[in-house]
């Protein structure tokens, strides 16, 4: 059986994103199936064991050493993440024990150490990249981006480790084109995660508004993703704040975790004056497969995904499974999979007025039987992205991978 490593920057039922739920799934699948043992590496939080077993898969959590002034980034820098680490454990697990191939799913110099530490043992490996890391695409400002610059910053910390790699795996089409053009064609591929349907689309016994006492003539909006600037949920709160001002009694509903104080407590100064402190409620996560996620889902009247440089694909396709409509900004996985007034909305974040528009066109009852054409045809396209399929797809990467080492 194939020995497979994949690296996180954390996995934890606190810290909970798609990029865990993309490892997870990956991992307890391939291990189930019997293709592989999967192992999970990841940076260790204060309260957590440093060797866990989930489902067969082994979890190894190592402390990371940050630099010194890291706390005074992970206070001004609201999407602080471990990119710019070192783990000291980690690179020792992979310099002490044999595998058969590496998924790293960090970015930065992070990657580039742990790359070089393969590369010396010969063994192959292949790196996940996000376009939310690179930041090549601003949803939140007018005109011509001016990312570029950010792209070339983060892609020279880490282009060693990708040159090298046996496969890059991105998260959108946007970011393999450029991509490829720094790293070849061959190299680049794009691969979106998958869903499982039926979590969603079957009824949840828990009644989500209840749960969380929310009025139940209320319209829960809901967003997924990490709270932070990138996240862009001001825009989002100061939207609700447009629409309950116009009688549409909205509750925002926001799933994520958020590693800023100072963005947090900002975000809370704004609910209150925009006096939709008692129209929000913030979850900071659930952990894996918990029902009270897919119930999330199936009680929202519309999933908004505002995020200014990538929107999670995973978010789309479960709110496309749940049957809710939903309104994205064009950046990441969002731009390739939903076709404006098809099957969802695109809108430029920066664009306020437009945004409360798709609002409440999508919210007005008066338009259910084009919601009802948008619903079938997202369900169809969501189905075509089981975790099956996608999987088979990974499974195909990692085999021509091996072979070529």
């Known amino acids: 059986m194939k020995k497979i490593v994949l690296v996180l920057p954390c996995f934890s039922s606190q810290q909970w994103d798609s990029q865990a739920e993309q490892a997870w799934n990956i991992a307890r699948n391939l291990t189930a199936d019997g293709w592989a043992q999967?192992?999970?590496?990841?940076?260790?939080?204060?309260?957590?064991?440093?060797?866990?077993?989930?489902?067969?898969?082994?979890?190894?959590?190592?402390?990371?050493?940050?630099?010194?002034?890291?706390?005074l980034r992970k206070y001004w820098q609201d999407d602080f993440t471990d990119d710019d680490v070192a783990v000291p454990g980690m690179e020792l697990f992979l310099q002490k024990n044999q595998f058969d191939l590496v998924h790293i799913m960090v970015g930065g110099r992070l990657c580039e150490r742990l790359a070089a530490v393969l590369q010396e043992r010969n063994i192959p490996y292949v790196v996940s990249c996000r376009s939310g890391e690179f930041r090549i695409f601003d949803a939140a400002q007018r005109g011509r981006s001016r990312s570029h610059s950010a792209f070339t910053h983060y892609l020279r910390s880490y282009h060693g480790a990708l040159r090298n790699a046996g496969r890059v795996l991105c998260s959108?089409?946007?970011?393999?084109?450029?991509?490829?053009?720094?790293?070849?064609?061959?190299?680049?591929?794009?691969?979106?995660?998958?869903?499982?349907?039926?979590?969603?689309?079957?009824?949840?016994?828990?009644?989500?508004?209840?749960?969380?006492?929310?009025?139940?003539?209320?319209?829960?909006?809901?967003?997924?993703?990490?709270?932070?600037?990138?996240g862009n949920q001001k825009m989002l709160l100061e939207t609700l704040s447009m629409l309950n001002s116009r009688n549409w009694?909205?509750?925002?509903?926001?799933?994520?975790w958020c590693s800023?104080?100072?963005?947090m407590k900002s975000f809370m100064d704004l609910a209150v004056k925009c006096?939709?402190?008692?129209?929000?409620?913030?979850?900071?996560?659930?952990?894996?497969?918990?029902?009270?996620?897919?119930?999330a889902f199936q009680a929202a009247s519309l999933v908004i995904l505002p995020a200014r440089y990538e929107v999670s694909g995973t978010a789309v396709l479960e709110a496309w499974s749940a049957g809710v409509p939903v309104i994205a900004s064009p950046a990441g996985a969002a731009a390739d999979l939903i076709e404006d007034n098809v099957s969802g909305r695109l809108v430029m974040m920066h664009d306020f007025q437009a945004c409360v528009r798709c609002c409440e066109e999508l919210l007005d009852e008066r338009n259910r039987t084009r919601l009802e054409k948008m619903r079938s045809t997202a369900l169809a396209q969501a189905r075509n992205f089981r975790w099956k399929n996608c999987l088979d797809k990974l499974v195909g990467i990692y085999e021509d991978v091996m072979k070529i080492a």
Request: hydrophobic share 35%.
């Open 38 to 71: 999967c192992c999970i590496l990841a940076s260790r939080l204060a309260d957590e064991p440093a060797l866990e077993l989930k489902n067969d898969v082994p979890i190894h959590r190592f402390t990371p050493e940050r630099s010194r002034w890291g706390f």
């Open 172 to 230: 959108d089409h946007r970011l393999r084109r450029m991509l490829a053009q720094r790293l070849g064609d061959r190299q680049v591929e794009c691969w979106q995660m998958g869903v499982e349907p039926e979590r969603f689309s079957r009824l949840s016994p828990l009644n989500f508004k209840e749960f969380y006492q929310i009025p139940a003539s209320r319209h829960i909006v809901l967003t997924i993703g990490r709270i932070g600037e990138s």
């Open 249 to 256: 009694n909205c509750q925002l509903v926001m799933i994520g």
């Open 260 to 263: 800023s104080a100072r963005y």
């Open 275 to 295: 006096r939709m402190e008692n129209y929000l409620t913030v979850i900071p996560g659930f952990p894996p497969g918990d029902e009270r996620f897919a119930a």
